[in-house]
T-cell receptor, first 115, second 116 residues
Framework: AQSVTQLGSHVSVSEGALVLLRCNYSSSVPPYLFWYVQYPNQGLQLLLKYTTGATLVKGINGFEAEFKKSETSFHLTKPSAHMSDAAEYFCAVSDHNSGYSTLTFGKGTMLLVSP | GAGVSQSPSNKVTEKGKDVELRCDPISGHTALYWYRQSLGQGLEFLIYFQGNSAPDKSGLPSDRFSAERTGGSVSTLTIQRTQQEDSAVYLC??????????????FGAGTRLSVL
């Protein structure tokens, strides 16, 4: 069984500060890992994904994440926060070896950005 | 269509009534997923369709919940005899399932269900 743990239900940063959202996973097979963002009253939008290959992946809006197998982590970072980054962020893992890819999500982290 | 479309966007119903939620996936996507998003529970997987069949219904919380998909396209999630604990946002997603595909899921905006 897979699981995802996101540390911190809320993270507050100042505009221009580093954003770090933590995600740890457990999976019995090499995972595919995803970060999604959800703005108010909208669906989830894919930020970035890791499947195979390079462990540092870059996504939209200046976000990136690094897959660290030894730490079973996939933390999301952005060097400088913008007000428009305020949203809820979800880390997810998929068991692609099952023939399809049901996602298991973390409980989400709300990012608050102050001026 | 250009994206995953869900209707209605909001639904208010009385306890005990039946509701139907609709999902129109991205054209050509053979896989369709339903999730439930509720406060304190995060996102929970409900059911997966490949074409018109549902090989994984493991997330449906009770026999009051059912779903179907017709023509390999539109899906309907039905909740019978709604209860207050069914209040949540119901999200639909679709994806390609070609060999080697990474299974990226594209989400609709959801249906917010409120059971009074």
């Amino acid at each position: 069984a897979q699981s995802v743990t996101q540390l911190g239900s809320h993270v507050s940063v100042s505009e221009g500060a580093l954003v770090l959202l933590r995600c740890n996973y457990s999976s019995s097979v090499p995972p595919y890992l995803f970060w999604y963002v959800q703005y108010p009253n909208q669906g989830l939008q894919l930020l970035l994904k890791y499947t195979t290959g390079a462990t540092l992946v870059k996504g939209i809006n200046g976000f990136e994440a690094e897959f660290k197998k030894s730490e079973t982590s996939f933390h999301l970072t952005k060097p400088s926060a913008h007000m428009s980054d305020a949203a809820e962020y979800f880390c997810a893992v998929s068991d692609h070896n099952s023939g399809y890819s049901t996602l298991t999500f973390g409980k989400g982290t709300m990012l608050l950005v102050s001026p | 269509g250009a994206g995953v479309s869900q209707s209605p966007s909001n639904k208010v119903t009385e306890k005990g009534k039946d509701v139907e939620l609709r999902c129109d996936p991205i054209s050509g996507h053979t896989a369709l997923y339903w999730y439930r998003q509720s406060l304190g529970q995060g996102l929970e997987f409900l059911i997966y369709f490949q074409g018109n069949s549902a090989p994984d219904k493991s997330g449906l919380p009770s026999d009051r919940f059912s779903a179907e998909r017709t023509g390999g396209s539109v899906s309907t999630l039905t909740i019978q005899r709604t209860q207050q604990e069914d209040s949540a946002v119901y999200l639909c997603a679709s994806s390609l399932t070609l060999p080697g595909a990474t299974g990226i899921q594209y989400f609709g905006a959801g249906t917010r269900l409120s059971v009074l």
